[in-house]
């Protein structure tokens, strides 16, 4: 595991681009489309860490 | 004078005459000798029809010193969205290929997918014009979408130095923690520099056009409405609009005027209607470029029609024309 701080990093990360998923609008999410890799790899990190085998629905579908 | 800028942009309610006045203004300035390209972004594609040329998507030289094109915001979304994936083909991990594709798909229909494809196009089309054009017309769509267009780069420069900003520090972090772990920390992925470096560059690109969009020596916006109770409220709208995000506003154009000759019981009715918008107008912009543009009696339609409209202009905008 990373160390801790690095972990918030990330999860802060994801929250920026998954914020048009949690409701809050992201005017610019089309010209972010190229980190939807990246966002979907720690969405994957995320869901496991946070003790869920599988993604919560309607989320990324990462495994 | 408006064509003392290197950019125009026209907006205003449709059919009002905003492509009138752009093909109007490109072809004063091809006839000064001013390398012009128009660019119609009007889904409606009136540019061709107006010039009664065939214009396509890329750039044609439709008559001496003006180029013409126009764009599809169908295809620019489509050509962006194949974009992004060769972008990321080779960087994507295989088993998350299909849900990332799958997502990239979904933002194509979403909402405002094409109207920010053809902004991208927009900021493009802006950065390699310079070298090859004195000026640049833009015909662009009705005000609502344009305006949501021209604030992009604002709210894109915030948001993404965020995303960018804490992605550069992820990756800091990573080989940091890399560097004091030493290779027991394992598969630490490389930064995928190239996909942040495309970012970098939309980013830049973005600010660049902003940065022309907000000098008003540089560039201005010329907002076309006819005398009648909507197209100058939206007018003002506009103005409003603009104003708050510092974007010149260069004058306003108050088009098909009923002219003097225009005579009849039924016309003098109108006038006193239209009297009426005008003095409203008069208000509304005070202090500001009104100009008026006369109704024709014909249709503007090819350029016969349209060195009409372009002899209407006032005197200060035909200067230097021989």
């Known amino acids: 595991m990373p160390p801790a701080r690095s972990t918030r990093q990330r999860d802060l990360f994801l929250l920026a681009g998954f914020s048009d998923l949690l409701g809050a609008p992201n005017p610019v999410a089309f010209y972010t489309l190229e980190l939807y890799p990246e966002l979907i790899e720690q969405f994957h990190q995320w869901h496991l860490r946070m003790g869920m085998e599988h993604p919560p629905d309607g989320g990324f579908r990462c495994c | ?322």
Do not use: C
């Open chain 2, 1 to 322: 004078m408006l064509l003392a800028r290197e950019v125009l942009f026209f907006g205003g309610k449709g059919g009002v005459g905003k492509t009138t006045l752009a093909s109007a203004f490109a072809l004063l300035a091809a006839e000064r000798g001013q390398r012009t390209l128009l660019v119609s972004t009007d889904p409606a594609h009136s540019t061709g029809d107006m010039l009664e040329l065939s214009v396509g998507p890329e750039p044609r030289e439709v008559l001496s010193s003006l180029w013409a094109m126009e764009i599809d915001p169908v295809q620019e979304a489509d050509r962006y969205i194949a974009d992004v994936k060769a972008r990321i083909a080779d960087t994507t991990p295989p088993r998350l290929m299909a849900e990332v594709e799958r997502q990239i798909d979904i933002a194509r229909v979403s909402p405002g997918a094409e109207e920010a494809a053809l902004f991208e196009r927009f900021t493009r089309i802006m950065e390699e014009a310079g070298a090859r054009y004195d000026r640049l017309i833009f015909d662009t769509a009705p005000l609502g979408h344009t305006l949501r267009l021209l604030s992009l780069p604002e709210q894109m420069a915030t948001w993404m130095s965020g995303l960018i900003g804490r992605r550069k520090k992820v990756n800091a972090l990573g080989r940091m923690w890399r560097r004091v772990a030493g290779a027991a920390a394992g598969d630490g992925a490389p930064p995928h520099d190239r996909v942040l470096a495309a970012l970098e560059q939309r980013k830049a690109r973005f600010e660049r056009a902003r940065t022309v969009l907000t000098d008003a020596q540089r560039s201005a916006f010329v907002i076309v409405a006819t005398p009648e109770r909507l197209p100058l409220l939206e007018a003002e709208k506009a103005v409003g609009t603009l104003d708050r995000h510092g974007i010149p506003v260069g004058a306003v154009f108050l088009n098909r005027v009923l002219p003097d000759e225009a005579a009849g019981e039924f016309l003098e009715r109108r006038r006193e209607r239209e009297a009426r918008h005008l003095d409203q107008a008069a208000a509304t912009f005070s202090g500001r470029t009104v100009h008026r543009i006369p109704l024709q009696e014909t249709d503007v339609h090819g350029l016969a029609a349209l060195r009409r409209i372009v002899a209407s202009l006032p005197e200060s905008e035909r200067a230097g024309l021989s």
